[in-house]
């Protein structure tokens, strides 16, 4: 079992920047596979980013050269840098896991078994 606990979200004004942190617990091995999604009132939740262990990152088209996505082993933690928000990015952001990923589902929510219960990120013209 994974613990995932999110934290960092708030309310923000267009082109502000919000970091989103994750801290994970339980049984974490080196090799987790972890990523961010979001959810919109009314819509689907859509993957934002996602990373594996050495590094290599996946990012959707509509946050790409504005959300980073990074994390520290020693603390376990995953963060999300998000700069120059707009207001469509507004969302309930979750934090998920799996000890496993294939490369081409890294985005999509039901490749992930763990979950946080969620941040809320609101972005005002």
């Known amino acids: 079992q994974v613990q995932l606990v999110e934290s960092g979200g708030g309310s923000v004004q267009s082109g502000g920047t919000l970091r989103l942190s994750c801290a994970a617990s339980?049984?974490?091995?080196?090799?987790?596979?972890m990523a961010w999604f979001r959810q919109a009132p009314g819509e689907e939740r859509e993957g934002v980013a996602a990373?594996?262990?050495?590094?290599?990152?996946t990012y959707a088209d509509s946050v790409k050269g504005r959300f980073t996505i990074s994390q520290d082993n020693a603390k376990n933690t995953l963060y999300l840098e998000m700069n120059r928000l707009k207001p469509e990015d507004t969302a309930m952001y979750y934090c998920?896991?799996?000890?496993?990923?294939?490369?081409?589902?890294?985005?999509?929510?039901?490749?992930?078994?763990?979950w946080g219960q969620g941040t809320q990120v609101t972005v005002s013209s």
């Open positions: 998920a896991a799996a000890f496993w990923v294939p490369f081409n589902a890294r985005l999509r929510q039901n490749a992930y078994t763990y």
């Open positions: 339980g049984h974490i091995s080196s090799n987790l596979y």
């Open positions: 990373t594996v262990s050495d590094g290599r990152t």
